[in-house]
């Protein structure tokens, strides 16, 4: 069973600039969830995609978009990047089962904002 | 909106010594997640319940849905169970998005 994989691990950006992370899901998951975590924070929620659509979102602007592809790995991107946006991106995947997700971490992409 | 709140913030342990976290949420919720975040920032799920309790290994995991609280224990602590836990609330109601705690970091000393 593979595990879930993102990248890159780390990613240093200006203000201003565009980014894009990649997820890829745990082999059977069908949904991926993205996550923010501020140094010293728990994660906040961004949103989450199942089957290629969106199926949630968090208290993020719109310049905070995703995409999931049929292979249901995952891109998080991030336009306009400010220095706030500095966290760790988690991104976790599940596979529904008795309406309980229980979610599988990917190692997390650390994004620094200059 | 779900308010999830861990105690403490940070825990000292020397090793061998029973460790509890603690976590209480706001609204009723369909499951509590337990999880452990290394330094470095990788999570590993440690457990899932939505009521009663489960073990694994030396970790045991419990919930009152009724007083809306978890606890997640560590018996005969190690300096490897050094680590920041983490509790994640998921709603009731059809919604499967978690409100996470800040996060319990624990320190065990030799």
């Known amino acids: 069973e593979t595990g879930v994989t993102q990248s890159p691990t780390h990613l240093i950006k200006t203000r201003g600039q565009q980014v894009t992370l990649r997820c890829s899901s745990q082999?059977?998951?069908?949904?991926v969830s993205w996550y923010q975590q501020a140094l010293g924070q728990g994660p906040q929620f961004i949103f989450q995609?199942?089957?290629?659509?969106?199926?949630g979102r968090g208290n993020f602007p719109p310049r905070f978009s995703g995409l999931q592809f049929p292979n249901y790995s995952s891109e998080l991107n991030v336009n306009a990047l400010e220095l706030d946006d500095s966290a760790l991106y988690l991104c976790?995947?599940?596979?529904?089962?008795?309406?309980?997700?229980?979610?599988?971490f990917g190692p997390g992409t650390r994004l620094t904002v200059l | 909106k779900n308010e999830v709140e861990q105690s403490p913030q940070n825990l000292t342990a020397q090793e061998g010594e029973f460790i509890t976290i603690n976590c209480s949420y706001s609204?009723?919720?369909?499951?509590l997640h337990w999880l452990q975040q290394h330094p470095g920032g990788g999570i590993v799920s440690l457990f899932m319940?939505?009521?009663g309790k489960k073990k694994h290994g030396r970790l045991i995991a419990t919930i009152n849905i009724q007083e809306k609280h978890s606890s997640l224990h560590i018996t005969a602590s190690h300096p490897r169970d050094s680590a920041v836990y983490i509790c994640?609330?998921?709603?009731?109601?059809?919604?499967?998005?978690?409100?996470f705690g800040r996060g319990t970091s624990l320190i065990v000393h030799p």
């Open positions: 976790a995947s599940s596979y529904e089962r008795d309406s309980i997700f229980e979610q599988f």
């Open positions: 609204v009723g919720i369909s499951a």
């Open positions: 994640a609330a998921f709603t009731s109601g059809g919604s499967y998005i978690p409100t």
């Open positions: 319940l939505s009521s």
């Open positions: 082999s059977g998951h069908n949904t």
């Open positions: 995609y199942y089957r290629e659509e969106e199926n």
